[in-house]
């Protein structure tokens, strides 16, 4: 387990790390810049780099914390990758099933695998799944692969935002974050993409989470991260759906 500044969430989770790029929002992979930090910091589980990395001794961290914890899993990956065996992820949502004093918020890029993976099996009353929505070519279609499944907690991470989505379908929706792309190399996001969409929210009941403006700020103007900071129309929307207890 390792603590994190991911606003939405309290530690995170890397069973696997590594990852291999997918779509547009996985340009400039955060992830990717991190992991080569970290290999060269000489940190544990990161000698292979972003190669996708299988790593059973971190199964049993969850296990072992006895505080009720919010964790993203894969923070460093993606959970549906290819090359992870379905085998192992049985393990994954075997410990997430045997850990209900916590929460497991998982999120992908893959949801075609994700929907299909579930289709004979449980997903677990504690894991929220959730798909990355960075534009209309990638983002959007994931959203009915993720209606399908049986989720206690479905939600979009809307981030990096890369252009206006339109008008989405929220049915069955129960959280949406959405996000601007941070870094050096980031491409800006407008408060006009955003917006629409925290009216969608507004309107659906859906609980909305504005997590960054990202490299631009909402002047157009580019600056350090921090500076920009994480209002929207002057306001912090930290909304979330209900954390629910289970055990």
Not at 41 to 48: A, C, I, K, L, V
Not at 124 to 148: F, H, M, Q, S
Request: hydrophobic share 35%; with cysteine; proline share 5%.
């Amino acid at each position: 387990m390792s603590q994190t500044r991911i606003e939405w969430t309290e530690a995170t989770w890397n069973p696997t790390v590594g990852c291999t790029k997918i779509s547009a929002g996985c340009k400039h992979c955060y992830a990717e810049a991190m992991a080569v930090r970290l290999r060269a910091m000489g940190t544990q589980g990161y000698e292979n780099g972003f190669k996708l990395t299988i790593l059973p001794d971190r199964l049993s961290e969850p296990l072992r914390r006895k505080k009720p914890t919010v964790y993203f899993v894969n923070s460093m990956s993606d959970l549906f990758h290819k090359s992870i065996p379905d085998s192992y992820i049985d393990r994954i949502f075997d410990v997430i099933a045997r850990s209900p004093q916590h929460t497991f918020q998982v999120l992908t890029k893959r949801a075609e695998r994700m929907a299909q993976y579930f289709r004979t099996r449980d997903v677990p009353l504690n894991a929220w799944l959730g798909v990355t929505v960075e534009d209309r070519k990638d983002g959007v279609p994931r959203i009915d692969k993720l209606r399908g499944i049986d989720a206690s907690i479905r939600f979009l991470s809307v981030e990096p935002l890369l252009e206006d989505i339109g008008e989405i379908d929220l049915t069955d929706i129960h959280w949406v974050i959405v996000g601007g792309e941070s870094g050096s190399r980031a491409r800006p996001m407008r408060p006009e993409w955003v917006e629409p969409i925290r009216q969608q929210c507004e309107e659906t009941g859906t609980a909305f989470f504005f997590k960054q403006w990202g490299g631009w700020g909402a002047d157009g103007v580019k600056r350090a991260k921090k500076q920009n900071g994480r209002q929207l129309n002057g306001q912090t929307w930290d909304q979330m759906p209900e954390l629910r207890v289970h055990f």
